[in-house]
């Protein structure tokens, strides 16, 4: 019988961890001869914090690969998910099918001896101003999102608006910012800006009156409000919080947005988890534990469960050119994110154009069909560091069917070709019309 693969996991986890927490990603392909079958089943670590990329081409399976990582999580014991929250950006509105059972490829998953099944742990936030639309048009969205105005900084909203740093705009911001400071006043809505954006009289009045627009613009993202969604309802063990963003998919500045809010979150994360992780550390001093093995000995009140963020199109989000009010946030995590515990898994149709930091921080790369140069060239980079070989010959010998990948191994330090599991739940990233059919023939929504 063929052995089980576990990557993401060092020799030494692997002895202390066997197979506990981690998930079935799928199966690597063995050539045998003309003919390519299916053979040892993949496992991942889920324990650790990871940066996990994925990436192919358009249709090549990312996102499929993406929820079915997500499924596993919440479908490991309950003693390891309730350690594990999951946060995923869904900037095209396509992971929140994930409530409802995969009939579809029954068929598959029988092949794999699995069921189809719809995922009850999966919350659907939206944007507070978007809600009752989102829901009008059957998204079974189960709570509102918003953010506080005071959250930004002056750089957030500059980004966010994608101006520069010696726009005039900017400098207004900035100086009304900076004297909310000085009043030690913290808490100031959108109205409260532009009420002072009114009284500077020293601005030009179209600086001014620009300013006061963008702001407008703002209060129509339907993002902003007096409370704020704290942190902790997003960050729930053994549940996955799904961030309807779509609202923004065609809007004008929508990847603006897009980026304030993943940077903000991912700004918060971090401090929650740098905050949670020194004190569990108190606590494994007290009693000598590791995270997951004398569970049963800490039951402690502020243990806060390891987050694992998911964000698609992370070109647009973390360029490699530019940057946006997400690049910050998310360079940190990615530099610093593994000590307190938070993982990101990174999805791109375009490598070639992402941050150069997610190519050097990535240990798990899952690499579907990919057929541009320039993407192909910088995959090529990550792997010539330990593997005296390109991609090209391997990504040429995956066979033509969905959910073919190579997978990169930075723990183990290596490189082989599997197929990703079929998924329990509905798959969401189909071409539009086949949802709304299926939609309501199948779903009862
Ligand atoms: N492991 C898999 N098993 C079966 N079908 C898959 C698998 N991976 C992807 N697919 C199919 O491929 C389609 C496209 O995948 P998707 O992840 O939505 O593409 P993209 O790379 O654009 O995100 C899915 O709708 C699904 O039908
Ligand atoms: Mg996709």
Excluded at 52 to 69: E, H
Excluded at 222 to 230: A, N, V
Excluded at 385 to 410: H, M
């Amino acid at each position: 019988m063929a052995f089980n693969i576990i990557v993401g996991r060092n020799e030494e986890d692997k002895k202390k961890f066997g197979e506990k927490g981690t998930i079935l990603l799928g199966r690597a392909y063995v050539k045998m001869g003309q003919t390519t079958s299916l053979s040892n089943y993949v496992y991942m670590d889920v324990i650790k914090a990871h940066v996990v990329f994925v990436v192919g081409k358009r249709g090549s399976g990312k996102s499929y690969t993406a929820s079915v990582i997500a499924e596993g999580i919440l479908d490991l014991p309950e003693e390891v998910s309730k350690n594990l929250a999951v946060i995923m950006l869904d900037t095209m509105g396509v992971f929140w099918t994930m409530k409802y059972p995969n009939e579809k490829d029954a068929d598959l998953l029988e092949e794999w001896n699995l069921k189809p099944k719809g995922l009850e742990k999966i919350k659907v936030f939206t944007p507070f101003g978007k809600f009752e639309d989102a829901k009008s048009k059957g998204i079974p969205t189960d709570y509102p999102f918003s953010i506080k105005a005071s959250e930004l900084t002056g750089e957030d909203w500059r980004l966010a608006f994608e101006l520069g740093a010696s726009d005039s705009v900017t400098i207004l911001i900035e100086k009304v910012l900076g004297d909310f400071a000085e009043q030690k006043r913290e808490e100031y809505t959108l109205d409260h800006m532009i009420q002072a954006f009114e009284k500077e009289e020293s601005f030009p009045t179209d600086v001014r009156n620009e300013a006061i627009n963008k702001m407008r613009a703002a209060k129509r993202w339907g993002l902003f409000s007096d409370e704020g969604t704290k942190i902790d309802v997003l960050i729930k063990g053994g549940t996955v919080s799904i961030l309807d963003m779509s609202a923004y998919a065609t809007s004008e500045g929508g990847w603006g947005v897009k980026a304030l809010v993943v940077g903000l979150i991912c700004k918060k994360v971090f401090i929650e988890r740098m905050i949670s992780r020194q004190l569990e550390e108190v606590e494994a001093i007290k009693v000598g534990y590791s995270y997951f093995k004398l569970e049963e000995e800490i039951e402690s009140k502020e243990k806060k469960p390891l987050v694992w963020f998911f964000v698609d199109e992370a070109h647009e989000l973390l360029p490699s050119e530019g940057k946006t009010a997400a690049t910050d946030a998310l360079v940190t995590i990615l530099r610093e994110g593994r000590q307190p515990g938070i993982s990101l898994l990174l999805i791109t149709q375009q490598p070639g154009k992402v941050h150069s930091d997610v190519l050097t921080q990535s240990d798990i790369v899952i690499g579907h069909r990919l057929t541009a140069k320039r993407d192909i060239d910088a995959l090529n980079a990550m792997m010539q560091s330990y593997l005296g070989d390109t991609l090209t010959g391997y990504l040429n010998t995956l066979p033509a069917e969905p959910g073919a990948a190579i997978l990169l191994d930075d723990n183990s330090e290596r490189l082989f070709p599997l197929r990703t599991r079929p998924k329990f739940s509905w798959h969401g990233g189909e071409a539009p019309t086949a949802i709304k059919y299926k939609r309501s023939a199948n779903l009862g929504i």
